[in-house]
């Protein structure tokens, strides 16, 4: 049962994981490509936002897992023969307890590790992107403002990398407004420093004070355009990034650098160890409530049904508790209700699966015979 367990655990992971990410990936994809970015650049972020999408799948992948096989096997007739032979409802949850466990520990190495460390380098390469020469300057036949005051227009770019015609226009200084044309340009790199070599062109010089304009021809000019296209500084972290240890021993600290509460950076900590717990009861349910029900032409569709409503009452009391932790780190404790209550929950299902079935009271006596 474990390895059946875990075969149709991997298939809708799978499923699931295709389906979040190409409703990320066609957004990401416009996002960057028209931005000048490479198919390099959009695979790297692809890869770097999977974790937080497995994270978000792996419950509901273990529940379908669990519900399928659990319906497989009564239609099968193999959970009635093995109940037969002695085995009690509680004592066919092993199988599910260890393939719960299994997928607890994967989402503890996702929610502990994989995803705090794919969040920072995520926010980090985007801020890096933000401020290369892609992303600020290389748009053909748009006319970009890179910072205040400054105004740039390219016509084309050619394949080897010459930007041809030209514009350049900046007026940051009150004094004088400079215009530059010219016929192509080339972007030199020489360590931090960035410069536009313009080819064939003409700069126009106007004084304000005195409204005169002046007019040079170059063949060939230089111009430092570093200013415009320096990286943003290093984005703060947030929450999500922090280790779980510096969130559970530094608290004050990180919810003063982070601009939040202690309650949120609470939640954020006790969170990680509370959704492995969601991955066990997720697949305890799905196995206890298909258990409960008997034989019926019908199937187990309304057992499903009930399964899937309790999976929805978790999350209600997930949200419910959310508040009041946020409100007052004290009460951080709450954050483990919805996992109290599915346990709960299960072992009373189990309890009613195992009960023996009782003959119904208002049966017609039979006849005694003399």
Not at 28 to 34: E, K, M, Q, V, Y
Not at 66 to 84: H, M
Not at 106 to 129: C, D, F, K, N, Y
Not at 174 to 182: D, G, I, M
Request: hydrophobic share 45%; glycine share 8%.
């Amino acid at each position: 049962m474990l390895s059946q367990l875990m075969v149709l655990f991997g298939f809708s992971a799978l499923v699931l994981v295709l389906v979040y990410w190409v409703n990320r990936a066609v957004t990401l994809f416009g996002r960057l490509i028209a931005d000048g970015h490479s198919g390099g650049i959009f695979l790297e972020f692809t890869a770097l936002s999977l974790p937080a999408v497995v994270a978000i799948v792996l419950p509901m992948a273990g529940f379908a897992a669990s519900v399928y096989v659990t319906n497989r096997a009564s239609n099968d007739s193999e959970l009635t023969v093995v109940q037969a032979a002695g085995y009690s409802p509680w004592r066919l949850a092993r199988p599910v307890l260890a393939f719960g466990l299994i997928i607890g520990t994967m989402m503890a190495i996702l929610t502990h590790g994989l995803v705090p460390a794919s969040v920072a380098q995520l926010r980090e390469r985007e801020a890096e992107i933000s401020g290369s020469v892609s992303a600020r300057l290389l748009h053909e036949g748009t006319f970009l403002h890179p910072v205040s005051g400054v105004t740039f227009y390219i016509r084309d770019i050619t394949p080897e990398g010459e930007l041809q015609d030209v514009f350049l226009s900046d007026r940051r200084s009150p004094e004088r407004t400079v215009t530059y044309t010219a016929r192509a340009a080339y972007l030199l790199r020489d360590g931090d420093t960035t410069r536009l070599a313009m080819v064939s062109g003409m700069a126009q010089t106007l004084q304000e004070a005195t409204q005169t304009l002046s007019t040079t021809n170059f063949d060939d000019l230089t111009y430092d355009i570093s200013g415009m296209i320096t990286a943003d500084d290093r984005p703060g972290r947030r929450a999500r990034q922090i280790s779980t240890w510096e969130l559970l021993t530094r608290t004050e600290a990180v919810a003063e650098e982070v601009n939040d509460s202690p309650g949120e950076i609470l939640e954020e900590a006790h969170m990680r160890f509370e959704q492995p717990l969601l991955c066990v009861v997720a697949a305890l349910i799905g196995y206890a409530a298909l258990m409960t029900g008997g034989f019926s032409r019908f199937g187990v569709t309304k057992q499903i049904v009930g399964a899937i409503f309790l999976l929805v009452l978790l999350k209600i009391v997930e949200s419910a508790v959310a508040d009041p932790v946020r409100d007052r780190a004290a009460l951080w404790p709450l954050i483990y209700v919805p996992s109290l209550l599915g346990m709960t929950i299960t072992a009373g299902l189990l309890w009613r699966a195992a009960s023996p079935r009782r003959p119904r009271r208002n049966a017609p006596p039979q006849e005694q015979t003399a």
